[in-house]
Structures are given as C-alpha cells and as structure tokens.
C-alpha cells in the first residue's frame, strides 16, 4: 500500500496528534454508526453527543470564516481532520448540515450565514434533505415541487422524498421550481425551510437497513422571502453545482467519512479470517479466501489513491480533462457506487452462511457484516451509478448525449 504523508511540518504534526488524542479520549474504538441506518434512540444519543463534542472544539467549522463561527484553518489541516476521524472510524457529521453551510458560505447573505450557521457548527440543529421527489431522483432537474412569491412571502407546494432522518431535523433544505416556464435545469431555487412551518407533513419510509426515511409533503408552506438562498431560479447551478458566488470555507477535497465505512468492514473481515478456520485450515491459508482479501484490500487502496489525487489537484490547480473537477469527482463516485454492493457481497461469502444471522451467539462479528451488506443498496444518495457516468461524459469530457 502507498504512504501518502502530508504531515511534512512539526505544527501539521501536531494537529494530527491533537486530533488523534481527541478521538482516543471522547470515541475509544471508534463508533459504526450510519445515520441512514440507524433508529435506535439511545444510539443517536450517543452519535449527537460525541458531534457536539467535535463542535464544542471548533472543529466542524474548522475551515470557515472566523466571522462565521469558525476556526478559518487550511485545507491541508481539513485533510488530516478528516483522515483522522476515517481511520478512527468516527461517524460522520449528522444528516446534511454541511452541505447547507457550504452553500450558505457561498450564496448566503450575511444574516442568512449568522443565523443558520452557529447551530450547524455546534450540532444543535440538525438539516434534512428536501431534493428527491417520487419522480424526480438521479433525473432531479425533473422536480414539480413549486414554490411562488405572495407579497413577502414564497409559498411552496409539493412533495420530496427520501428524507434520510429528517423527522429528527429541524429545518429543511428544499428545492422548488420557481419559473414554471424555464427549461429543466434552469427555473430552480434554494430554501431554508422551518420543518414546524403549518402546511408541512412527514410520513415514515423505512429502509431495509434499519434507518428512516421520509415522505415530505408540502401544502402552502410560507416562508419569508430572506429563507431563500442564492439567485433566484439558479439553485442547479449555484447550489446543485456549487458554481459563482465566494468560496469562503477554505477546505478542499478530503476523505469523506461515509466513504471509508468500506475500510470499517474490511478491518472487520481481516479480523474474522485472523481468527476463525474452515475445514481445519485457517482462513488466513485458504487461496480463495487471500483471492478475495487481495481483492478487498486494492478496492480501499483505489479508494485512498482517488481522494488524494483529487486533493493534488486541488493543491496544485490541475484537473483532468481539461480544467473541469467535474470529471475527477465524478469517476470517484461511480467507481464507489458501483463498488460497495460487489465489496459487501465478497465479505459476505467470506464469512459464509453465518454472515446473514444478525444477533446472538451465531453471529459473527456482531451481525455488522449482514448490516453492511443490506446498506450496501442504499448508495443513490447524490445520484446513481448510470447518473455519475452519464456526467463524466458529457460535462467532464464533453461528449455529445
């Protein structure tokens, strides 16, 4: 496996030791912990407590603005952070908070930043995702959810779907079409949506993992005209595509935690095979299961290669295919998506039958395995496979449709 260091100086050293010894002291032996995933009310007490422990520490805002709750650290002190909380397998950040900051920090007026971005730096307040719609996933351009201006007000009308936890949210972040007669992707706008707002209503949708989702619906829903974010009508490119505006938030490409839940089942497998035998051979000397293994173990190195070059390029200023990111981003998430069935399923066989007991003296590994193999479909999150590649070609290398 290559090393890739970019600790090179005594203070980034340093950094990577404090958030070493902070991860020791609050999550000893890490926490597997999916947000999509989970139901368990004592669990996601511990989940949030840890987080607003993280933010207590500045640290979900280490990258931001000062005059906006944060630390204003450098991309490469993101980086480590973040590599930090993958190898200790801390969970990542709860639901979508911080994808509302980014597009807050971009597009978002002065009061809108001071407002909202305090509660996301401290984890007291949680964002859920009002994207999808029951016709509109991967093809989100498509989406009838409508949203028009009455006095000092917009009024929105519509339906979204797959709120991953957002019945534990506060506050939504909602795309609308607010110009009925522009083209698909244009006519689109953000906004900041208060889930206690009269007119809004959430049925539960339970995934085959053993989280919630939800079915939003939203019957003349107002909002005051300063919860929308951005331009008006220009949400697919400014927010959808993080296009314009300033770019406030200094961090840059690094491990996204929900990525390396896949390192998370492999340190569990490397464990089981260390450990367990079959036919009185140990797992560790059987050719096929060291086939798999060799299998497993290139598919997280694929992994860590495409996260650090994807940083590189952002160091450096240089992206494939001309100056798009669009197509470095892109190919790590198709090769991704595609991956984590194929890798689940190979632990799966590893294990064997017993990989699909779920608790009790029979499981093995704590049942985590089969848990991880029933997630494993749940990776449309962002768009699908199909949707990822369809992107590479056509704005990464400008292929015709």
Known sequence: MIDFRIDDTPELKAWRAEVRQFLETELPGGMHFDY???????????????????????????????????????????????????????????????AVAAALLRHGTHEQRLRHLKGIAEVTTLWGEGYTEPQAGSDLASLT????????????????????????????????????????????????VPLDAPGISMTPL?????????????????????????TPHQAWSEVWFGRGGEALDRA???????????ERTLNLIRRFVAENSRGGVPL???PVVRMQLAELEMSVEIIRLQI???????????????????????????????????FTQTCMEIVGPAAQIQGGPWAHLEGRIEKAFRASFGNHAGGTPQLKRMTLATRGLGLPR
């Not at 939003?216 to 951005?230: A, K, M």
């Open 36 to 98: 999509d995933f989970e139901e368990d009310g004592e669990r996601w007490a511990a989940y949030l407590r840890f987080w607003r422990k993280v933010g207590e520490k500045g640290w979900v805002a280490a990258t931001w603005p000062t005059e906006y709750y944060g630390q204003g650290r450098s991309a490469i002190e993101n980086y480590i952070l973040q590599e930090e909380f993958s190898r200790h397998a801390a969970p990542t950040y709860p639901i979508i908070g911080q």
């Open 145 to 192: 959810t409508r949203a028009h201006l009455d006095g000092d007000h917009w009024v929105i009308n519509g339906q979204k779907t797959l709120g991953t936890a957002a019945h534990l949210a506060q506050w939504m972040f909602v795309l609308a079409r607010t110009d009925p007669n522009a083209k698909a992707h244009s006519g689109i706008s953000a906004f900041l």
């Open 206 to 230: 339970h995934n085959m993992a053993d989280g919630q989702q939800n079915q939003t619906f939203f019957d003349n829903v107002r909002v005051p005209v300063d919860c929308l974010v951005g």
């Open 252 to 262: 840059g490409p690094a491990p996204v935690g929900w990525v390396f839940r896949i």
């Open 284 to 286: 560790t000397e059987d």
């Open 308 to 342: 650090a070059e994807a940083y590189s390029n952002f160091a450096s200023r240089r992206m494939r295919a001309g100056s798009s990111p669009i197509f470095s981003g892109n190919i790590h998430w198709a090769y991704y998506k595609e991956l984590i069935p194929r």
